[in-house]
């Protein structure tokens, strides 16, 4: 029983409108003395041919709920005061007689959705915008699993391109196995750096590159030997920044893996019609939409970025029937996402309607993209390493005697790291900086899981079996954390909507804030008659917080 769930049903009954309808029109108040809950008439106020305030009026003579406690009309509004000790007991039971399953949703129950994320390119550094795509494609496959829905993680490799026929030839003239496997991302990219550099006074290198390039997708067993050896020392690399982060893919299928199935998406172009060859290419005309074609093969025959992305799609719904796909690139690429779904809507696939790209913006450091041309390589597992040291020496500091040091150093440091991503919605670009991730005051991943270890030993002092079985709470400082707790389900379910992981990472601050405020403020472990109802309060808490925590893909240690 959710008391705005229930609040919509009266007023849709009374309106004679659908609950739905009114469920997203109620708004929570500003201020206290405006209630809980309040209904804002203006906008049926056409339909119903009545003013809003007439609405308003006339709901507060109608609606009754033991649920609500008083109703009162303030001008437009229809506001509601719950009855606290019936809401806090209701929410305390569901949240501990759920555990981890409270917020979980049969929405998406017997539907698949794929999700492309962190797919960083081999022979290269995994870059800060990869690391944000592996967050914040993680995080989505979590809620989407919350939702119901079953996630299917796919790490789309950039294994395939002609800079790979140009790093095999650098390899050929310059390069040393010992050297690669000690270093593989480092001394890869610095043959691919040395070769454009020569390549600028003898065009010879470019050519062999190319025919390189053939040799590789013609299956010469040289390049291919190399090529794999290439994807391999590079993946090793990235594993070791996914086992950091706690990732896992269902899939490593990239570029490369799509290769030999191209022919069969440009034939299905060509027989709808689609394809015209322009400047000698082959390309889809998308003036109708104002866009830029889509460029599928060039005049030498060579398929493109675009043509591998329509024929992984198509695939993909074969392999998979996927009910939504969710590609998680940053927003520089939103033209070709744009364009690869109209392309695949113009051949006549209904599911095209549900693709869809979200993007982000990027990492800065003192306001400028970080990036990792030019050979400046800002190795990333570095930066991980540098975090979880920090955390180490923050714990050292304020828990000397803590057990398991390394572990809950790990945590901390990874989760301030993923927490400085997901609290910012997605699109704003993200000031990096290692000193304000790992704060345990403000808005940091330490400081949730600190609330979180901090109602985790209330609960070990009590020493007392909490159930849920519990009366309800009516004091003004757990009143905020009751609402809060009610509302888990709603923001995960937003979240969702909107494939946005800041809307429950800003959550858990406000829901950590009122906890602490309520720690301050009350005495919890006070032997009154009141002790189990207000460790059942904390309890819902640490379920909540642990459970917001995971879905964002951060651990929470019980101490720290
Ligand atoms: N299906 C896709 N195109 N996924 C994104 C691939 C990202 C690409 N490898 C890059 O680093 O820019």
Known sequence: MNSKKVLAEHIAFELGVSSSEVLDLIEVPKHDNLGDLAFPCFTLAQKLKQSPEEIAKNLTEKVQHPLFEKVEAKGPFFNVFLNKKMVSQEVLKTVLGEGNNYGSSQEGIGQNVVLDFSSPNIAKPFSMGHLRSTVIGQSLANIVEKMGYQSVKINYLGDHGTQFGKLIYAYLLWGDEEKVKANPIKELLHLYVRFHEEAEDDSSLDDEGRAWFKKLEDGDSEAVKLWKWFREES?????????????????????????????????LLKENGLLTTSEGAEVVDLSDYELPPSLIQKQDGATLYATRDLTAAIHRQEAYEFDQAIYVVGHEQSLHFNQLFIVLEKMGYQWAKHMHHVPFGFILKNGKKMSTRKGEVVLLEVVIQEA?????????????????????????GVGAIIFHDLKNERLNNIEFSLGEMLRFEGNTGPYIQYTYARACSIIRKAERAIGSNVAGLDDPYSWPIVKQLESFPNVIYISFREYEPSVIAKYLIDLAQSFNKYYGQVKILEADEMIDYR???VKAVSIVIKEGLRLLGIQAPEKM
């Not at 030999?260 to 998406?265: F, I, N, P, R, S």
């Open 535 to 537: 460790l059942a309060l």
């Open 388 to 412: 979880i040291e920090l955390a180490k020496q923050n714990i050292d500091e304020k828990s000397p005697y803590l057990e398991d040091k390394d572990e809950v150093a790990k945590m901390v």
């Open 235 to 267: 993946l090793k690399e990235f594993s070791k920044i996914y086992d950091l982060l706690g990732v896992e893919f269902d899939s490593y299928n990239g570029e490369a893996f799509y290769n030999d199935k191209m022919t069969k998406a440009i034939d």
